[in-house]
T-cell receptor, first 114, second 115 residues
Framework: DQQVKQNSPSLSVQEGRISILNCDYT??????FLWYKKYPAEGPTFLIS???IKDKNEDGRFTVFLNKSAKHLSLHIVPSQPGDSAVYFC?????????????WGLGTSLAVNP | KAGVTQTPRYLIKTRGQQVTLSCSPI?????VSWYQQTPGQGLQFLFE???????NKGNFPGRFSGRQFSNSRSEMNVSTLELGDSALYLC??????????????FGQGTRLTVV
């Protein structure tokens, strides 16, 4: 049962245009969402996050939007650059007792073409 | 503050052998999680250790095991290696509390190739 779904395995965008990466979740207990970026042969690095009490968080070229009623979040990259080409993982966090679970999507591979 | 350190970076083993991978988390972090990444399979969660106790486990066979030491360093062991175990193994470090706004910090991974 995939609680966090990234339905697009890959995405190709022209340099300078907007990249939109989508993520859907099923568990309404998730209260914190994160996006990570991963280059080949490296560990994922944290990109941006959003709390469930917000619907938007912006950091430079990266904006994450959260639609709680639709259980959907998206990462917007504007303008896209060739160096943004990587795999992007969406993750969702929920409290479980005195612990926190972090559930990951399968990732979307973004290619930004010059 | 030093990041998450995984050793070794690369490893080649033969089918049937066993392997031990090591992870040193960020100082002060008590939670260490292990993931397996293969092409097209995303991040597959193996297990999480917190204060020397396994508190979460993914759907991997018993050949995959781990432990955590009192200094929070963690090791992962895979016995009776199979060709399908070839993957990038990633370790992630977190403070380990219940605060919502804590992200996981990853090491660079260990690339295991089973031949």
């Amino acid at each position: 049962d995939q609680q966090v779904k990234q339905n697009s395995p890959s995405l190709s965008v022209q340099e300078g245009r907007i990249s939109i990466l989508n993520c859907d979740y099923t568990n309404s207990m998730f209260d914190y969402f994160l996006w990570y970026k991963k280059y080949p042969a490296e560990g994922p690095t944290f990109l941006i996050s959003i709390s469930s009490i917000k619907d938007k968080n912006e950091d430079g070229r990266f904006t994450v939007f959260l639609n709680k009623s639709a259980k959907h979040l998206s990462l917007h990259i504007v303008p896209s650059q060739p160096g943004d080409s990587a795999v992007y993982f969406c993750a969702a966090s929920a409290r479980a007792g005195n612990n926190r679970k972090l559930i990951w999507g399968l990732g979307t591979s973004l290619a930004v073409n010059p | 503050k030093a990041g998450v350190t995984q050793t070794p970076r690369y490893l080649i083993k033969t089918r049937g052998q066993q392997v031990t991978l090591s992870c040193s988390p960020i100082s002060g972090h008590r939670s260490v999680s292990w993931y397996q990444q293969t092409p097209g399979q995303g991040l597959q969660f193996l297990f999480e250790y917190f204060s020397e106790t396994q508190r979460n486990k993914g759907n991997f066979p018993g050949r995959f095991s781990g432990r955590q030491f009192s200094n929070s360093r963690s090791e992962m062991n895979v016995s009776t290696l199979e060709l399908g175990d070839s993957a990038l193994y990633l370790c992630a470090s977190r403070p380990g509390g219940t605060e919502r706004n804590t992200e996981a910090f990853f090491g660079q991974g260990t690339r295991l190739t089973v031949v």
